[in-house]
């Protein structure tokens, strides 16, 4: 079965902290993705990344950054958090380009709020 | 600009066949995802549609209509379980997927 482990399911952090949220995926798959999703809201891609080192802005990558280092692990880094970025956020990642259908497997999410 | 438009909440009865409708305006169209959300849970893959027609799975099937630009997740035998949120997901031109904010379904006994 493909795992994504998010390292924190809850965290609270005042507003102007850096925050760190760690994704790590165990089947080997290129693609990575930070989502956030808000009630009433699809949900709004952040970063995606296609390869070690190799970053890409989505939707709305405004206050935030990310880091791939090595293949399994993407991290979202807030560098400096605000109470608007207060929001569930899930870290997903696919085998798209391959005979996949490129379906997503998420982790089970991070809630932040922001104080 | 990119759209996707499926109903806020919908309710059915238990044993009962329920039809959550999608329509969608992408810039391209490469495919569309089905996934179902439980309350505080994470997305899971239901169903991927790329070609016109039905697709079904067990108790679940996906309709795609791309000169409609409309598709239906159909759920029949609902169970008290199904009760979930059900994420519509085409993929633009660029392979990205296009959220829908979700359907809400409560299944009542």
């Known amino acids: 079965d493909v795992k994504v482990t998010q390292s924190s399911r809850y965290l609270v952090k005042r507003t102007g902290e850096k925050v760190f949220l760690e994704c790590v995926q165990d089947m080997d798959h290129e693609n990575m993705f930070w989502y956030r999703q808000d009630p009433g809201l699809g949900l709004r891609l952040i970063y995606f990344s296609y390869d070690v080192k190799m970053k890409e802005k989505g939707d709305i990558p405004e206050g935030y950054s990310v880091s791939r280092e090595k293949k399994e692990r993407f991290s979202l880094i807030l560098e400096s958090a605000s109470t608007n970025q207060t929001s569930m956020y899930l870290c997903?990642?696919?085998?798209?380009?391959?005979?996949?259908?490129?379906?997503?497997?998420f982790g089970e999410g991070s809630r932040l709020t922001v104080l | 600009g990119q759209n996707i438009d499926q109903p806020t909440e919908m309710t059915a009865t238990e044993g009962a066949i329920v039809q959550i409708n999608c329509t969608y305006q992408t810039s391209g169209f490469n495919g569309l995802f089905w996934y179902q959300q439980h309350a505080g849970e994470a997305p899971t893959f239901l169903s991927y549609n790329v070609l016109d027609g039905l697709e079904e799975k067990g108790r679940f099937s996906s309709f795609l209509s791309r000169s409609k630009g409309y598709s239906y997740l159909l759920l029949k035998e609902l169970q008290m379980k199904d009760s979930a949120s059900y994420l519509c997901?085409?993929?633009?031109?660029?392979?990205?997927?296009?959220w829908g904010a979700g359907t809400k379904l409560i299944i009542k006994p």
């Open positions: 997903a990642s696919s085998l798209w380009g391959t005979s996949n259908t490129g379906e997503l497997f």
């Open positions: 997901a085409p993929l633009d031109s660029n392979y990205q997927l296009i």
